[in-house]
């Protein structure tokens, strides 16, 4: 589930290696009553932990999306995924029950983990 994030984050960066920098990122999950307990590690040992809503798949993978957005922005200087043809970041959203990017401005949304590739 945490992985569809990553793949859209890699599919909009905006070059090879912020797409590796993306994709070597490990993720620890535990699960507590209430909240995901989730850890992010870069390769160069950076790390990043946060609190998931435990409320709803959709809601805590846009939990995650938000968090992650944090950290690339953080660690690459850039806000993946972007909304296309744009430079804004696109906004983890639930539409309809489901995980979406969203872009207020333009109406756009896609799945999570269906963002396109260039």
């Not at 070597?24 to 790390?47: F, H, I, M, N, P």
């Not at 846009?62 to 430079?87: I, K, M, S, Y």
Request: with cysteine.
């Amino acid at each position: 589930m945490f992985g569809d994030v990553a793949r859209d984050f890699a599919a909009g960066a905006p070059d090879r290696e912020s797409a590796a920098w993306i994709r070597a990122v490990t993720w620890s999950v535990s699960a507590e009553e209430d909240a995901y307990r989730v850890l992010l590690t870069a390769a160069d040992g950076t790390a990043f932990g946060f609190a998931a809503r435990h409320d709803s798949p959709a809601r805590a993978l846009c939990d995650v999306a938000d968090r992650f957005q944090d950290f690339v922005a953080d660690n690459l200087r850039v806000g993946l995924p972007p909304v296309p043809g744009t430079a804004r970041p696109a906004v983890a959203a639930v539409v309809d029950g489901a995980a979406c990017w969203t872009d207020a401005k333009t109406g756009w949304r896609c799945p999570i983990g269906a963002y396109p590739a260039p």
